[in-house]
């Protein structure tokens, strides 16, 4: 009788073990397969400045990181009113806009073709691209005046 149950309490645990395994197996295989738990990344080169920026999820961000596939995209943006460098993306990408106040680091599409990057704060219609993740040298690296922005995918 103390044998079987033993047995029954080796049984039990190995079943709740199996239970275990089977429960990380798929939460192993989402963060690998569709990139759920891990945030999109994106390098911007701002002249001779390098950042990392996170990117939203939306169908915007869907559009740019296809754009992104095919290569490095190379911008030049022009500064507006103190806050905000600007430039046409020569595209459209699917907007989703809601009023939004943004700060620095700020990473935004403002009427669907045209990318605006935040050193400054605004509050206007946008549909968020991302944010930069780290802000130092953000706003030197802007500077004023136009600069060559280059987007691509972080690796």
Not at 132 to 139: A, H, Q, R
Not at 141 to 147: K, P, Q, R
Request: hydrophobic residues 40%; proline residues 3%; contains cysteine.
């Amino acid at each position: 009788m103390k044998h079987t149950k033993w047995s029954v309490m080796l049984a039990a645990a190995l079943l709740m073990m199996g239970c275990g395994t089977a429960s990380e197996q798929p939460a192993a295989s989402d963060s690998n397969g569709s990139g759920e738990d891990a945030a999109m990344k994106m390098n911007i080169a701002v002249n001779d400045s390098s950042f990392t920026a996170t990117l939203a999820e939306n169908a915007a961000v869907d559009a740019l990181v296809d754009w992104m596939e095919e290569g490095p995209i190379t911008l030049e943006l022009s500064d507006y009113a103190g806050f905000e460098k600007v430039g046409p993306l020569g595209r459209s990408l699917p907007a989703s806009d809601s009023q939004t106040t943004t700060q620095a680091g700020d990473i935004m599409l403002y009427q669907s073709n045209q990318i605006v990057l935040f050193y400054g704060s605004n509050s206007w219609s946008y549909t968020r691209l991302g944010s930069i993740d780290d802000l130092t040298g953000w706003e030197d690296a802007l500077g004023s005046g136009d600069v060559t922005v280059t987007l691509s995918l972080a690796e």
